[in-house]
Every structure is written in C-alpha cells, then in structure tokens.
C-alpha cells in the first residue's frame, strides 16, 4: 500500500450536520487532492493542495472546505450536509505535478 | 462541458480477445494521459500514461494510443483476462491548468470467461 489512508470508511449522516473526512498519507507528497465519484460523472476535483496551508478549488468545490495544516493530513468538510453530497469520496496523493496520482480507498458518504 | 469524455459507459469482451476502451478529449493543452482501472470498493489504481509527445506506450498486455490530431486515445488490452474485469478511467492533465488531473466517466468492462 502506498501509505495513504481516509477515515472513516463509512458515514450515515442527517441533512443539515457538519461532516469531516480525513485523509492522512506517510508518503511525504506535496499534493493532495479530494475527488467525489458519482455514476455518469465519473471521479470530479473537489479541492486540493500543494502544500501546507496551501489549498485551492476544484470543479464541484460548493458546500465543501478543506484545510491542511500539516503535510499528511488533509482534512474535508462539509459545511451542512446536503443529499446531494451523497457520494464516495477519494482521496489522492501526489508527488510532484505531472505525475500519476495514488488513489486512497474512499469514503461513502450517505446524507440522508 | 467535460473535457474528457469516455462515452461508452460498458464493453463485454470474451476472454483471450482484444479489449479496446476509448477517450475523447477537447482541451488542446493536454499534454500527460493517464488511465486508472477500479475494482469495486477499491481505489483507483494507476495502468498506463503517455506524453503528448508520443503516440503509443506499451506496458506488458496494456497498450495505450495516442491520436492528438483526433484528440482521441485508446487503450488496448491484449489478451483479455476475467481479473481485467473492472471500471477504466480515463484522465488527462495540462501544465496550464497546475497538472490537476481530469477524468472521464468511466468505462466498466466485464471479461466473459
């Protein structure tokens, strides 16, 4: 494995509720990214970033936040919970821009 | 607008035969290709890449082709093996856009023993 794991695996959560996901990595990579799978749409940008403290938005950044205070942590959150957010989560790990990204396992997240 | 699009969602395909997954781009700027394959409850996995530069990387049975006049790659998986059974994703990134990688829709493909 290549040192990159998200917690928790599984959440239920009500509509309206404050989510947290995290991703943590022992791989040292400066990039970290948050994708969201949905059928149809494939495996869509989130949020990401190139550093400590460092963070940009992705292409379905609304209604998400994320922060990153040390290098292996990369934390997401859901502001208000919508059912539209149901959806499996990946984190992603990277070491330099133009390479392949190693995928972690996921979260799936249900809103209901 | 998706950018990168794979626009057929399966493929069934007889064991030992040819598998052939295609992607259809729009951005121009692309210059670094990727595909990833996905089991079930798993994360992606990377398969393959080529550089703009090239126009086919071959990788053991994976083969990838890269057609930039048509903005269009495949990837060819030579023999078809039932544990290739899986999703296929396609992804494409450009230095203009920070090399941030955008994926298809994905292309589940079943391997019929």
């Known amino acids: 494995d290549a040192g990159i794991t998200q917690s928790p695996r599984h959440k239920v959560t009500e509509t309206g509720t404050p989510v947290t ?7 040292n990579h400066r990039y970290m990214y948050w994708y969201r799978q ?30 990153r205070s040390k290098t292996e942590d990369f934390l997401l959150t859901l502001e208000s919970a919508t059912s539209s957010q149901t959806s499996v989560y990946f984190c992603a790990i990277s070491a330099d821009r133009g390479y392949g990204y190693t995928f972690g396992s996921g979260t799936r997240l249900t809103v209901v | ?20 997954l295609n992607c259809d781009y729009t951005n121009s700027m692309f210059d670094y290709f990727l595909w990833y394959k996905k089991y079930p409850a798993e994360g992606p996995t990377f398969l393959i890449s080529i550089s703009s530069i090239k126009d086919k990387n071959e990788d053991g049975r994976f083969t990838v082709f890269l057609n930039k006049s048509a903005k269009h790659l495949s990837l060819h998986i030579v023999p078809s093996q039932p544990g290739d059974s ?11 856009s920070s090399y941030k990688l955008i994926f298809g829709s994905g292309t589940r493909l079943l391997v019929r023993p």
Do not use: M, W
Not at chain 1, 21 to 27: F, G, K, P, S
Not at chain 1, 38 to 64: A, F, N
Not at chain 2, 1 to 19: A, C, F, T, Y
Not at chain 2, 86 to 96: E, L, W
């Open chain 1, 21 to 27: 996901l995290r991703c943590h990595q022992t791989e």
């Open chain 1, 38 to 67: 949905d059928p149809g749409h494939g495996l869509r940008l989130i949020h990401y970033s190139y550093g400590v403290k460092d963070t940009d938005k992705g292409e379905v950044s609304d209604g998400y936040s994320v922060s």
């Open chain 2, 1 to 20: 607008d998706q950018q990168v699009k794979q626009n057929s969602p399966s493929l069934s395909v007889q064991e030992g035969r040819i598998s052939i």
């Open chain 2, 86 to 96: 899986a999703v296929y994703f396609c992804a494409a990134s450009a230095r203009d």
